[in-house]
Nanobody
């Protein structure tokens, strides 16, 4: 079993920055992908960014050039640095990890609100 706890969300003005963190605990052996998704009110959950155990990253087009994902394998943590935030980035941001078997776990989310 894996537990994921996100932190770092909050209220920020457009153009500002936030750093979201996710701490993982439990059965950490052989985690493959770690990443972030988000869900805005009334919309489906969508990809923000993912990073493999080898450091390969993938970003949604809407955040490319503004968000940077990173991970700390030694401490089982994943981060996203979100810069130049826009009101449309307002959402609950969820941390996720996935094993080679395909099993995937989610955190409870952290709310990011960007005011115009």
């Amino acid at each position: 079993q894996v537990q994921l706890v996100e932190s770092g969300g909050g209220l920020v003005q457009a153009g500002g920055s936030l750093r979201l963190s996710c701490a993982a605990s439990g059965s950490m052996f052989s985690i493959n992908d770690m990443g972030w998704y988000r869900q805005a009110p009334g919309k489906p959950r969508e990809l923000v960014a993912t990073i493999t155990s080898g450091g390969t990253t993938n970003y949604a087009d809407s955040v490319k050039g503004r968000f940077t994902i990173s991970r700390d394998n030694a401490n089982y943590a994943v981060y996203v640095q979100a810069n130049s935030l826009k009101p449309e980035d307002t959402a609950v941001y969820y941390c996720t990890v996935r094993y080679p078997s395909g099993a995937q776990y989610w955190g409870k989310g952290t709310l990011v609100t960007v005011s115009s």
